[in-house]
């Protein structure tokens, strides 16, 4: 956010053009999953990439990581959420469809 | 139901001889207390100089009490356990039911883990962090302080479950479905509930405020590679924490709606997956043991060198190993689960990086031997508590790293052998650790020295205590014997092994009654042996260079270092602290918020175990009105005139 | 991490307090992705009750997502203004972040209680439970987020822009573009993925 350069804060152009994005993004998004556009799986991919899309143009412009002076926690820190998340939710996943294994064929 | 009181009725105060004589000493020693403080006239001291303090030194000495009052408990459980384990064999069963048995197991752990080991370690953290950094302060003192009421609170929620209604029993990770409404209708798992919840914040509070301290508060010169050892393993600690506490919130938070709202997480129908909260727990639960073993590990990377009067060896390879160990911490926590039904690939990962994080661990126990290696040991407490550790640590590393193996966990999974396991690295680990620390930073925090020669009585009691105790249950798991049994049969042959572990409990009181012993004759020689130069041990870090116990705006002048060990290096090179020139100081007010928004937090956690729906909306209004009158208050700071800083330093030395 | 400034005092307050606060919105983060994850393995747990694709419109969800969407994009006009000490400008911004916020809130409130109406509610299944917490625990994000919209907008009125108040827009407007975030998530995984 507001770092030691309060003069370059960002322009009212790159939030409208931040905004116009996450809707256009919404909106493509939406009209894909509402005719069911692609197959299961890459439904899946698409969507989700399209959301992902959203967030990280949220970070990069809204909260300025961009910005951000050396040395870049909150980056750092977003990373390591990133990571953390990812073996959470993904091992999570994993496992609990796992414990079928035993009971298959 | 009645609409106040929700489903408290008298019923929750009946309780059978043993758990009343317990509320009523409880009760007792809170009437003693009311009365001294009141006959000594102290109640405005005690308001204004600590419960209304955002001082980390005092808030750490708070910290300090409440853990011991909560480690006296814990000790207590833990012998009433072994008593029953002892006696109930055969025809006979023992003096307490099983229900309280059950009771007593849970308490024990949720007690020693939250609000011992953690009470302990949050204390080290509070006092010693920002003067290691050389700051003054914490990064946000107001929130420093509410955490200390959030950790009082949740333990005020165990200590009540003990007088009105009872605690859970249901073991310390309350595993669904029992813990589920259908099979634990009581009010026992939701203290549990609330009791860890509103603790949590209070953690989860720490983590964030001593990671921004660290992370931008740092004395001019002290790089991160410069840090002592000491702060690089609670900067670890902190990061474990923020990323594994949020998984507890949600997890027992979705119990809560199981048990409060009849939803379907955990539930064994209704599409609920009781398995999922088993790992959901200890993707926390991994986490947490880690949070607790890595500050030790950084006091001792304190304590070795000094007592071996040679510096650390390998400073880089321990900061590797602690960043090794807690990457490693998150994608480990299957093993506590290899039974629940999970195929070979996934069990197969999660042994292998349980394999793996006793590597780093390794490289860290050979650094301090070899730190002591060609050093002058002296065989102070601190000194005799770390080789202790050695030790008993190894020895129990040594157990989990066999547990890693999947087939042999099969065979020992939640028998009396992981039991053994887990209170050698705890005991070993984290409590000598703890009274490492605390014999060692004693002299810092109350300005004068303990009596060194009650400590290695201590230290002897305690270790052979451990062996008596404990040794016996790794030999009784590998016979069978599983965990939390109340009664067994004779034929079994588990006897004689049980009555050696009541034995060992006895060795380890004596142990702690040394630890009283010394404590008491310390205090009656204060005088005598009081730290006048504020470095009584030789010290290499930023807290030696300070009076003992410090001024309450830690240094006069901000230091500027440029080394490692920057205190030992000044002093090598003859640099002694600038006199004079001071400039006024910039320190916190005092604020009562803290303690409101601790008594509210106690209140909604009540509230919610009694179903007083209005108790827990009204509370939770007043914590949301507290903080607005907190943010609407814009003389929240003060300046230590210069006046008032000439006149403490001039007393040092005195 | 080399050389590294040390901030003057006094910046510096602000910058420790904004990162602080972004620590906690990870720490919220993966709170959210521990429900998350718990959809994941539940949301197929219906017990014979509806799933996603019976009770969810997704085109009234989109809707919402606008509309949150729009405030998260005023909020931050509003923020900018706060930060070039345009006081005035900055209360009417908020003020209509605070409406749009409204706005969002009554819509999650007309669709959660349309889908108990209909008899589909929270204690029915696994899935039920976990699409109600999701939705619960953003919509309490909300609710706390304008509280707090309206506690330090009204400091503003009172004290003006200071450097305290200009941080606490700042704080506030980070918790409302994280709860923006958030709601990308819901809408995308509970959504649009979710009731295929």
Known sequence: MENREEHHLTSIKSYFFAYLLTVGLTLVAYLIAVNS??????????????????????????????????????????????????IIVFGSIWIMYNLNYNLME | MNEIFGRLTIDAFKHDLIEASVGVSILIAGAVMTFLLTYYKRWTWLWKEWITTVDHKKIAIMYLIVSAAMLFKGVVDAGMMRAQQVLSVGDSFGYLGTEHYQQLFTAHGVAMIFFVAMGFVAAFINYFIPLQIG????????????????????????ITSLMIGNYSGVGWVAYPPLSGIEYSPGVGVDYWIWSIQVSSVGTLLTGINFLVTILKMRCPGMSLMKMPMFVWSVVVTLILIIFAFPILTATTGMLTLDRVMEMHFFTSGFGGSPMMYVNLIWAWGHPEVYILILPIFGIFSEIVPIFSQKKLFGYVSMVVALIAIAFLAFVVWLHHFFTMGAGPNVNTFFGLMTMLISVPTGVKIFNWLFTMFRGKILFTTPMLWFLSFVFLFTIGGVSGVLMSVAPIDFQVHNSLFLVAHFHNVIIGGVVFGIFAGFTYWFPKMFGFKLEEKYGAFAVFFWVFGFLFAFIPLYILGLMGATRRLDHYEASTGWWPLFAVAAFGFVIISIGIGFQCLQLY??????????????????????????????????????PEVHDIDPFWVMKEKGLKEAKGNYEKIHMPKNTPHGFFIGVLSFLFGFAIVWYMWWLAIVSLIGIFVSLIVRFSDRDTEWYVPVEQIEQIESKRGK | MGKEAFPD????????????????????????????AVYGVVRNNTFGGPSAKDILDLSYGLVETLVLSTSSFVCALGLRAALTNQKQKMISLFGLTFLLGITFLTMVGFELTHIVQSGYSWEMSAFLSSYFTLMGTHAAHIVIGLIFMAVFVAQVGFWGLTDVTKKRMTTLSMFWFFSYIVWIFMYTIVYLIGAQ
């Not at chain 2, 955490?147 to 949740?154: C, H, L, M, Q, T």
């Not at chain 2, 005598?528 to 010290?539: F, L």
């Open chain 2, 521 to 558: 004759v310390s205090y009656k020689n204060r005088k005598k042996n009081r730290d006048k130069t504020g470095d009584p041990w030789n010290g290499r870090t930023l807290e030696w260079s300070t009076s003992s116990p410090p001024p309450f705006y830690n240094f006069a002048h901000t």
């Open chain 1, 37 to 86: 556009l692609f197959s299961p799986a890459a439904l899946y991919i698409t969507v989700a990439a399209l959301g992902l899309g959203q967030a990280f143009i949220q970070l990069y412009v809204f909260f300025e990581l961009g910005k951000e002076l050396k040395p870049r926690w909150r980056l750092g820190v977003l990373l390591f959420t990133i990571m953390v998340t990812v």
């Open chain 3, 9 to 36: 005092t006094h910046h510096s307050h602000s910058e420790n307090t904004y990162l602080g606060f972004w620590i906690y919105l990870m720490t919220d983060l993966i709170m959210f992705a521990t429900f998350f």
């Open chain 2, 135 to 158: 700051a003054r302060d914490v990064a946000f003192p107001f929130v420093n302080a509410l955490s200390f009421w959030f950790f009082v609170a949740g333990g005020m929620l165990l």
